[in-house]
């Protein structure tokens, strides 16, 4: 059974750092095409940072020098430091991964608050 997993999430306030991680499990799973997205209320889900198919690292324009995306392999495990949280970073986070066989997968998603 596939399942991918998130955790990290919680309240911090504006300023402040947290770490996301994600774990793949129950097939193999693209070292690329791997990534993070957010969905705050009232909005469409958006790419925060992604491993594209080029090997190369893909961030969205708002978070770009403050959250970083890596990963280990060996677990199987993505992670998104992110760093000088700001209020507008507030939402549901989701961590995306795709199967060699092509096959999308989403976790269950973890909140992130951000006070002011």
């Not at 955790?7 to 129950?26: D, E, F, K, M, P």
């Not at 992670?79 to 970073?89: G, H, R, T, V």
Request: charged content about 15%; glycine content about 12%; overall charge positive.
């Amino acid at each position: 059974q596939v399942q991918v997993v998130e955790s990290g999430g919680g309240l911090v306030q504006a300023g402040g750092s947290l770490t996301l991680s994600c774990t793949a499990s129950g097939s193999i799973f693209r070292r690329n095409n791997m990534g993070w997205y957010r969905q705050a209320p009232g909005k469409q889900r958006e790419l925060v940072a992604t491993f594209t198919s080029d090997g190369s690292i893909n961030y969205a324009d708002s978070v770009k020098g403050r959250f970083t995306i890596s990963r280990d392999n060996v677990k199987n495990t993505q992670y998104l430091q992110m760093n000088s949280l700001k209020p507008e970073d507030t939402a549901v986070y989701y961590c995306n991964a795709v199967t060699v066989g092509g096959n999308n997968y989403w976790g269950q998603g973890t909140q992130v608050t951000v006070s002011s």
